[in-house]
């Protein structure tokens, strides 16, 4: 082949990659020059050896030829090559353009971002990574390796070590474990107190990529609320130990006392002085009821008396007082004594003793044969003479069942007359009975059963006469039955004080069980604060963009919550009434007020369900509270379109004498005259056949209300036929029109858009549930949990046009407090609105008096935006 043959061939190939285009001209572009060189050399040698001029000519032909095509065919690469040039370089440019906007967005970003590549060594990290690692900012450079970064980090002592147990290698191998296997997020904390999560992942070229975020507030959040927590059951503790009847006291294992209460003092007699915190118990010693447990060995130091076993003793104090102390071991070496005055149990046994002493005294002097046997046959009591009779000393008769005592024969014949003293019944009768000596007496048996106080038959009587001789067996008969006078009057008189210690036992359960209802009525803000933060943040989902399924489980997720609102509602209502929590605001007002309110209400429930709803006016004044009257009229109406499948419902007023009974007639299934009393019941739900029966609480409230506003209560009804509801309200003066201005009118929910709101609440979850709510009705949100953190969120210049706080806030700060202070803060009086779990007239005067509205928990979100719309409005409207 001729060398000049390559050169026929195609540079450049357009389907070539631009890197390999230009490999390819720089090789073409050699050969080109090496050939030139060639024929050159050639082109000299022929005229240096030949010297042919036409050879010469000829040969300067074909070169002049060869090189022109040569040339064309270098001019066109070269021109292709700059082409290439300058698109590599416009594509470089653009690789370096996006690269910086990388980086700049990555810097952007409030948390941590670092990119390892599949060999674990660092390709970018941003300034917020950074930061984390003081000390060790110089190693995070490209192609560091991450271990190195942790070993570092853990030799600068940067971050602590928060496995129990754990060594330095075993939490570097545990964090290099998580990194390489990216699942659960791993919490870090450094030793300046910061906390950090890091949520890592792979991508798709074998590296990882990890996000760090900042979570210091989250924890010491979460630190705060556990101190809290700690501090309530601590204070919890002492409130109990201080109304404990008994003394109590704590001691460590090095004998320091760390709880007591002042029973404690007042029992052992100690100076009041003498109980602090830490204290030694040698100062104790002062007393001899502590010397019972401790002593002082030879060398001065104490001694605990039995260190490893409970210790349960009885000691009598100098004054007469008669102390028990039981001593429990706790596991870590300390110690709880519980010291119980016991003196008059002390004496109430002496006294018993001193009675049985007295008893068997008087039995003992009685000829008759006396004896007490009890449910199960068994002798409990015999006197003297029993024991004679039958030459056995009481210690082998007492305890012991009559069968044996009395042998197979005797026993028999007796059986039917102790069944029945054992059904209740007294019986007499005469029996022959041989004595030690085997003389057959002949005797007169009376049993006489022993009741107890709830009529449960525990024993009976046995009086046994020997009548051989009639004139002494009549003494004796008349002996034994002033004895068992006395006997049955002492056992009367037991029997009393029996019945009054019960009664006294009643009155104090039912005075717990009141103390209990007090508490979960004062204790409605704790229950329905997770309950209002789990509505918010669903009524949030709701209002996104859902799939049908979704939305399905959404709604159903939301009619649970109302239920569950409804019941918790209720409940709280009933124990408030009970605990006398909730108090009646009585004035004069037109009934009209409110036969108005309820025709508005329940006028779109009647007719979807088919019914015809009548409310007749009525302009007589009453004289009540509107608000729990109210109440009262929602449930009978509630009740009636609920209880009437097809017909109609009338709402109307009738006058009886002074007083007007409201009443609600209904053509419904109706309520057998029986079952009247049982519906006012909690939980009591009739079976009529009806599908939506309700939860058995509403007729309970309407009840305790009425009770509470001394109204009686109308019923009447006929199965099949209707009912009536009522209550009797007395007249009352004519007064102004009932204010209607608590509750703000309600205006187009969709002007809310674009309002910057400031929500403050103590309550992360409810804060959160919050600003999803509001983002989702096209609000800007603050959000704080005080005011000084409100202030510092607004010192950009931001002025919130509204304000949302919660009434109950950390460290017994209140939303009024708080409120004001953001207003004097922006120096600007900005709408607010309070929602509370407190219903009580105090907070409800307080709220009114600052002049802001007021939202009960669990917030129901449409009446919220509502509320924001019409207070939007007027905002608007001032502008």
């Known amino acids: 082949m001729s060398p000049l043959g390559p050169l026929t061939e195609p540079l450049l190939d357009a389907d070539l990659p631009v890197e390999e285009r230009l490999a390819r001209l720089e090789r073409e572009n050699t050969k080109l020059r090496k050939i030139s060189k060639a024929l050159m050399d050639r082109v000299e040698r022929s005229m240096d050896f030949q010297g042919n001029a036409f050879s010469l000519f000829q040969t300067a032909i074909v070169l002049e030829t060869k090189v022109r095509e040569r040339t064309l065919a270098l001019e066109s690469a070269l021109r292709e090559l700059k082409d290439t040039n300058r698109q590599l370089s416009i594509a470089m440019e653009e690789a370096q353009t996006a690269k910086g906007r990388l980086s700049e967005a990555i810097e952007s970003t409030s948390e941590g971002f670092v990119l390892w590549d599949a060999e674990d060594k660092l390709l970018l990290c941003n300034s917020k990574y950074r930061e984390l690692w003081p000390g060790a900012a110089d190693d995070l450079r490209p192609g560091v390796p991450f271990e190195q970064i942790i070993r570092r980090a853990v030799d600068e002592e940067l971050v602590i070590d928060v496995a129990e147990g754990e060594d330095v290698e075993g939490w570097v191998a545990r964090r290099i474990a998580s990194h ?147 001593r429990t ?290 302009n007589c004044p009453v004289r009540s509270d509107p608000r729990l009257l109210g109440r009262i009229l929602r449930n009978f109406i509630s009740n009636a379109i609920r209880y009437t499948p097809e017909g109609g419902i009338v709402v109307g007023c009738r006058r009886r004498g002074d007083k007007l009974l409201v009443g609600v007639w209904d053509t419904g299934v109706g309520i057998p005259s029986e079952k009247v009393g049982e519906i006012f019941e909690e939980f009591r739900r009739l079976n009529n056949g009806g599908r939506d029966r309700g939860m058995g609480l509403g007729l309970a409230i309407v009840k305790r209300i009425a009770r509470m506003l001394d109204h009686p209560i109308v019923v009447q009804s006929v199965p099949g036929r209707g009912s009536l509801f009522g209550i009797e309200v007395p007249l009352g003066r004519d007064p102004a029109p009932l204010n209607a201005a608590a509750e703000p009118p309600i205006a187009r929910a969709n002007s809310v858009a674009g309002a910057l709101v400031l929500v403050i609440d103590n309550d992360a979850a409810v804060l959160g549930g919050m600003m999803a709510l509001l983002d989702g009705w096209g609000c800007e949100t603050i959000a704080a949990a005080s005011a000084p953190e409100a202030l510092l969120l607004c010192s950009d210049g931001r002025k919130p046009d509204l304000i949302i706080a919660d009434y109950h806030l950390d460290d017994e700060q209140i939303g009024l407090d708080a409120i004001e202070e953001v207003r004097a803060g922006l120096g600007a009086k900005v709408p607010a609105v309070v929602i509370t779990a407190d219903y009580t007239a105090e907070v409800k005067g307080a709220i009114k008096a600052a002049g802001h509205h007021q939202l009960n928990k669990p917030v129901k979100p449409g009446r919220l935006r509502s509320l924001m719309a019409h207070m939007m409005q007027e905002i608007r409207k001032g502008a």
């Not at 052992?268 to 007393?287: C, E, H, M, N, Q």
């Not at 717990?512 to 803000?525: D, E, G, Q």
């Not at 859902?546 to 649970?560: I, P």
């Open 329 to 618: 071991i706790m596991p870590d070496g300390g110690f709880v004594t519980t010291y119980t005055d016991i003196t008059e149990r002390k004496r109430s046994e002496e006294a018993l003793r001193d009675s049985e002493r007295r008893i068997r005294l008087i039995t003992d002097a009685v000829p008759a044969l006396i004896a007490y046997v009890d449910a199960d046959e068994r002798y409990r009591f015999t006197n003297k003479a029993y024991e004679d009779w039958f030459a056995r000393p009481r210690d082998e008769i007492d305890g012991q069942a009559m069968r044996d005592v009395l042998g197979a024969e005797h026993y028999d014949k007796r059986q039917e007359f102790v069944e029945a003293a054992l059904m209740g019944e007294p019986c007499e009768f005469e029996l022959s009975l041989p004595d030690a000596q085997g003389r057959i007496g002949h005797l007169l048996a009376t049993y006489v059963p022993h009741l107890a106080a709830n009529g449960e038959v525990v024993g009976f009587f046995a009086l046994i006469h020997d009548i051989t001789e009639r004139k002494r067996a009549a003494e004796q008969l008349r002996e034994a039955n002033e004895s068992l006078e006395r006997r049955v009057e002492e056992r009367t008189a037991e029997l009393r004080a029996a019945n009054e210690a019960l009664s006294q036992a009643k009155a104090e359960a039912d005075q717990a069980n009141l103390s209990k209802t007090r508490f979960l009525a004062a204790a409605s803000h704790d229950l329905l604060q997770p309950l209002n933060a789990a509505r918010v943040f669903i009524t949030a989902l709701s209002e996104r963009r859902l799939a049908a399924k979704n939305r399905g489980l959404v709604q159903n997720s939301l009619a649970a919550l109302e239920g569950v609102d409804e019941l918790l509602t209720t409940l709280l209502d009933i124990s408030k009434l009970d605990a006398g929590a909730l108090q009646s605001e009585i004035t004069d007002f037109r009934i009209k007020d409110i036969l108005s309110v309820m025709a508005a209400e329940h006028a779109m429930v009647a007719r979807a369900k088919g019914l015809k709803l009548r409310v007749i006016p009525c």
């Open 180 to 326: 390489r296997n990216p699942g659960e997020p791993f919490v870090l904390q450094f030793r300046n107190g910061r906390w950090v999560q890091i949520s890592e992942r792979r991508t798709a070229d074998g590296g990882i990529v990890a996000s760090y975020t900042d979570i210091t507030e989250i924890k010491r959040s979460e630190q705060r609320q556990r101190e809290r927590e700690l501090a309530e059951k601590s204070a919890l503790l002492q409130a109990t130990l201080d109304n404990l009847s008994q003394g109590v006291s704590v001691f460590d294992a090095s004998l320091r006392l760390v709880a007591w209460n002042d029973r404690f003092i007042e029992l052992l007699d100690l100076p009041a002085d003498l109980a602090r915190p830490g204290t030694s118990l040698r100062p104790f010693l002062a007393s001899d009821c502590m010397r019972r447990q401790f002593s002082l060995d030879g060398d001065g130091a104490l001694r605990v008396e039995r260190p490893n076993e409970p210790l349960a003793a009885e000691h009598e104090m100098g004054n007469g007082r008669v102390i028990e102390l039981r």
